[in-house]
C-alpha cells in the first residue's frame, strides 16, 4: 500500500492541478491501481477462477471501473444504480455480485436478468425471491459470525450489525434453496473493512472454510460450491501447511 511519503506528485504540482480544475476534486494514480490490483491477482494466481470484486458504492466512478474491468476484477454492487453503472461499463454475469438489505424486487429482477450473483443477507428473502421472480441457479448467502468474532472502527461489531444470516439460519437457508432447485451457492462474510492486518484476514477465510464444510456435513452434498469457498479452503490450507 503507498505510503504518504511515497505520494507522487508535489505540492507545486497540486497547486498548479487546483489552478486548472474546479476544487474540491479527485486525483487517482492509475499506475498505483492497477499494480495494486496485478499484485493482488499475482498473490492469487493459484486460485483457479479468483476475481476480485470491487465495492461500487466506495467509488462509483465510471473511469476507475473501467480500470478495474481492464485488470479482469468484477463488481460489488449494493443497489439497482450499481448495477447499471456495471452494465453500461462492461461487467456481466458472475463478474457481477448483487449484495442487499430491504430490497424491492425490482432490484432482485435486474439483478437475475444480468445474470449477477445474488447475495442474500436474510433467511426471509429466499421465498421472497422465489414467489416473485423464481430462484437463480446459483445463490449466495452473507454470514454473520455474531459474537465469535471482533470486527473493526469502520464497520463495528458482527454481533451489533443487522446485515447476514447467522448459523442456523445459513443453514436452513442453503436447504430451502436446495429443495427449490438452486443448484450451486456460495458464502460471503464482511467482518473487518479496509482491514491490512493479514492475521484478521486468514481468519475470516478459515471461519468460512470451516462453515462451508459444517454446511455440507448438514444437507446432500450434491450441489456445486462456487470459486469463492474453493479459494477460502485452498487459503487455510495454505496457511496451516506454511
Not at 97 to 109: D, L, W
Not at 231 to 239: D, E, K, P
Request: neutral net charge; glycine residues 6%; proline residues 5%.
Amino acid at each position: 500500500m503507498p505510503r504518504i511519503k511515497d505520494f507522487p506528485w508535489s505540492e507545486e504540482e497540486i497547486v498548479s492541478l487546483a489552478g486548472r480544475f474546479p476544487t474540491p476534486f479527485h486525483l487517482y494514480d492509475e499506475s498505483v491501481i492497477r499494480e495494486q490490483i496485478q499484485g493482488l491477482n499475482k498473490a492469487f494466481s493459484w486460485c483457479t477462477g479468483y476475481r476480485n470484486h470491487f465495492a461500487v458504492k466506495a467509488t462509483p466512478n465510471p473511469h476507475l471501473l473501467q480500470i478495474l474491468k481492464e485488470e479482469a476484477c468484477g463488481t460489488d454492487c449494493s443497489s439497482i444504480a450499481e448495477l447499471v453503472l456495471s452494465q453500461k461499463m462492461g461487467f456481466t454475469g458472475e463478474e457481477i455480485m448483487f449484495t442487499s438489505n430491504n430490497t424491492p424486487v425490482k432490484e432482485f429482477a435486474k439483478a437475475k436478468d444480468l445474470g449477477a450473483v445474488t447475495n442474500l443477507d436474510d433467511l426471509s428473502h429466499v421465498e421472497f425471491l422465489h414467489k416473485e421472480l423464481g430462484l437463480p441457479e446459483f445463490i449466495s448467502f452473507r454470514f454473520n459470525p455474531g459474537p465469535a468474532r471482533s470486527g473493526n472502527v469502520l464497520i463495528g461489531e458482527p454481533h451489533e450489525a443487522k446485515f447476514g444470516t447467522t448459523t442456523s439460519q445459513l443453514l436452513e437457508g442453503y436447504k430451502k434453496c436446495q429443495e427449490l432447485g438452486v443448484k450451486r451457492f456460495g458464502l460471503h462474510a464482511m467482518v473487518v473493512s479496509n482491514c491490512l492486518e493479514v492475521d484478521q484476514l486468514v481468519d475470516t477465510a478459515r471461519m468460512l472454510s470451516l462453515l462451508r464444510a459444517q454446511s455440507r456435513r448438514n444437507w446432500a452434498s450434491k450441489s456445486r460450491w462456487s470459486t469463492w469457498e474453493a479459494a477460502s479452503a485452498s487459503l487455510t490450507n495454505q496457511m496451516r501447511a506454511s
